[in-house]
């Protein structure tokens, strides 16, 4: 007996937030982090705390520097990050596009 999909679904990336980071930062080399905050819509400390959990998990790099006088925090897909997205992805794929049992 095989047993459902779901079941592979990484948790890390789970979460909508989590989720929405995960797929904005595949879809770029890097991004800046207001411009993420304002993509996907949510707060500073909110997107901070989802950031901590990814980074923690090896899936997000930050990189904070300087432009100025100014402190810039730019996020990237670490390589382990890229392939849990699209396994995570892959995932997904095979729970829509499965015909359900009669």
């Known amino acids: ?3 459902h999909p ?3 679904l990484d948790e890390v990336i789970h979460a909508p937030v989590r989720l929405s980071i995960m797929a904005a930062l595949a879809a770029a080399d890097k991004a800046d982090f207001r411009f993420l ?7 500073d400390s909110l997107l901070s705390k989802h950031i ?3 980074e923690e998990a090896g899936y997000v790099r930050v990189e904070k520097t300087f432009v100025g006088k100014r402190g810039r925090t730019w996020l990237s897909l670490t390589a382990r990050g890229r392939a849990a997205f699209e396994t995570y992805m ?4 095979r729970i829509t596009e499965r015909t359900p049992l009669a």
């Open 1 to 3: 007996m095989s047993t």
């Open 6 to 8: 779901r079941h592979e």
């Open 37 to 43: 905050r304002d993509t996907i819509e949510v707060s």
């Open 90 to 93: 892959d995932v997904l794929r």
């Open 52 to 54: 901590l959990t990814l």
